[in-house]
């Protein structure tokens, strides 16, 4: 079975493949409700951004706070969904690769949720990511980055798979793994009542050591690391990370 190859893996690939069944799958993987507090609490009520905000799991919530919000999201199916699901038009949301462009801002807080950065799979993506990023930061504004901590990844499996049951379906988790370049190639084969479906997938890890080298390299300095969004202690056998950076001139 292919496992989305570099020629038809696209930007909005994994939006466009798991749209209809992303808050489904994805409504409890995170503090949806921890995750709204913080962000509004740190923005002052002034404008968030999220990266990759998807049908509005997030972003909706805080805008419900009354903090003004914009998302950038490359998958139009993620973004029709947020549409219908956003009746009030309170989320102002961006068809746009988030490694190629960003609203120009300037925003008090800018958020990439759940392992969201990951997705940026291409050579110098994640980079050309945190170059917009710190540019589009206000003079004291926070970006803020939720994450996996991989664990001892050198001597993960280079290829696996996984099943898991829904109610209506059972979906094996096909994956390679890179190991020089850090992609994990996947896909999602989905088995129920309407037949075959295929979800592919990709993600670029990185450690958190990994993700300040890189965000220091375009200015921006880690200000704080908490295990969850109830800002717990991170300590190193946390497995999940919130870390929050600051520009270096600031």
Known sequence: MELSNSVNYLCSTYGDAFADVYDDWYQQVTDVEGTADLISDLSGGLEVLELGVGTGRLALPIARKGVPVSGVDASPAMLKRLAARDSEGLVRSHLADMAEWLP??????????????????????????????????????????????????????????ESRHLSDATVLNITIREKMSGVVRGQSVQFGNNGVVLRPWRIRIRTPDELDQIAAIHGLKLLERWQDWNQSTFTSSSDHHISVYASANS
């Open 104 to 161: 120009s801002g300037p925003y008090k807080i800018i958020f990439c949720a759940y392992n969201t950065f990951f997705n940026l799979v291409g050579d110098d993506d994640q980079e050309r990511c945190l170059s917009l990023v710190s540019d589009r930061l206000s003079a004291d504004g926070l970006f803020i980055i939720e994450a996996f901590v991989p664990s001892n990844y050198s001597y993960l499996p280079t290829r696996g798979v």
